[in-house]
T-cell receptor
Framework: AQSVSQHNHHVILSEAASLELGCNYS??????LFWYVQYPGQHLQLLLK??????LVKGIKGFEAEFIKSKFSFNLRKPSVQWSDTAEYFCAVNAGYNQGGKLIFGQGTELSVKP | EAGVAQSPRYKIIEKRQSVAFWCNPI?????LYWYQQILGQGPKLLIQ????????DSQLPKDRFSAERLKGVDSTLKIQPAKLEDSAVYLCASSLLLAGTDTQYFGPGTRLTVL
């Protein structure tokens, strides 16, 4: 069965620290990859997505992610976090052309940024 | 542009009772999804519709869950009878197309507590 694994359940950083959240998936075929974020009290919203082309994709609010096919990974990065980045982050995968829009989510990583 | 609307936002019921959730997607979005998010986990797809047809309901517990999207616009998800393990946030999402690359827009969710 297809699955998505996020390595860290809770990450605590100070402002200006660099961030990297890990995401690995298990599917050998073509994939479309997403990072969603849920700020406190708000809806899930898209941070960035990858489906083809440059494996380094840039999203909103200074976030970027790199798709490494050989490692089945799609890690999220930000060089300098802010207090406002405190949120829960979800990696999601759409696997296969016949899956329609079906997304498989990881369990999420809660990020706390200390001012 | 109005987002995905869901109601109610919160619901508390006793086990064996029935409950229904309503979702109105973004105008013009052909595809609608219902996800279940149990505390500490990522969202899990229950069912996806393309217009008023079901694309994938493989993870919907059909002995107790049902969903419909009769006119291809808004949708209702029902649980009858509810079990304790149904306590979760039920998320509705919509996308313009049925494509793995398409962004899904999420509603605020309905938090269900089964006592």
């Amino acid at each position: 069965a297809q699955s998505v694994s996020q390595h860290n359940h809770h990450v605590i950083l100070s402002e200006a620290a660099s961030l990297e959240l890990g995401c690995n998936y298990s599917y050998g075929g073509t994939v479309n990859l997403f990072w969603y974020v849920q700020y406190p009290g708000q809806h899930l919203q898209l941070l960035l997505k990858y489906f083809s082309g440059d494996p380094l994709v840039k999203g909103i609010k200074g976030f970027e992610a790199e798709f490494i096919k050989s490692k089945f990974s799609f890690n999220l990065r930000k060089p300098s976090v802010q207090w406002s980045d405190t949120a829960e982050y979800f990696c999601a995968v759409n696997a296969g052309y016949n899956q329609g829009g079906k997304l498989i989510f990881g369990q999420g990583t809660e990020l706390s940024v200390k001012p | 542009e109005a987002g995905v609307a869901q109601s109610p936002r919160y619901k508390i019921i006793e086990k064996r009772q029935s409950v229904a959730f309503w979702c109105n997607p973004i105008s013009g979005h052909a595809t609608l999804y219902w996800y279940q998010q149990i505390l500490g986990q990522g969202p899990k797809l229950l069912i996806q519709f393309q217009n008023n047809g079901v694309v994938d309901d493989s993870q919907l517990p059909k002995d107790r869950f049902s969903a419909e999207r009769l006119k291809g616009v808004d949708s209702t998800l029902k649980i009858q009878p509810a079990k304790l393990e149904d306590s979760a946030v039920y998320l509705c999402a919509s996308s313009l197309l049925l494509a793995g690359t398409d962004t899904q827009y999420f509603g605020p969710g309905t938090r269900l507590t089964v006592l």
